[in-house]
């Protein structure tokens, strides 16, 4: 029988199902987008999909087969056509500024997203350009792709 060393298991993701695990507590969260789950606002858990999760999940890391399953829940992922956050002010909307659209990426990228956007509002110039992130991209087709979405 293969045992996963849960204390030395990185956060593993693979890119090509969106399979991705870590530990967590005392046991391991895996979780998986459904590529083919339309666009809505639907949280309720699908058991079905969940099989085809730890199926994968089996195959890429076989000392996970066979698990049992403690709990499980479902998320909505905010997504943009590019997977990228829209920041800063929205022109159309006098005084309307969005941090928003993070597309699965929100809890890593908030810190610098409230940074940059403070230091904008603050200081009219971030330390980084976030231009390439304003809401006007979708309009002229300027659209700043992400490749590794989960
Ligand atoms: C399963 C899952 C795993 C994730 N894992 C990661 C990860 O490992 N790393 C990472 O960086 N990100 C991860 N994310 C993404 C991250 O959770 C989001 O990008 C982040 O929470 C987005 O933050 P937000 O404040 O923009 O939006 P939200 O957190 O969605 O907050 C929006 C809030 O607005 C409220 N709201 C909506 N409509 C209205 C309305 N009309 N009036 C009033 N309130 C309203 C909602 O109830 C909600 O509280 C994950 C997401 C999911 C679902």
Redesign the pocket.
Known sequence: MVVLDRQNTP?TVDFQTSL?FHPEGDGVLI?MSDREDPPGYGTDVNWDFLEKMFEQAARRAPALAGAGMKTA??????VTPDHQ?ILGPVPELEGFWC????????????PAAARLLSQLLLDHQSEIDISPFAFARFAKGALVHERNV?
Not at 73 to 78: K, M
Not at 101 to 109: E, K, L, P, V
């Open positions: 956060m991705y979780g829940w479902a998320g909505l992922y905010e956050a941090a928003a659209g993070f597309s699965g990426h929100g809890f890593m990228q908030a989960i």
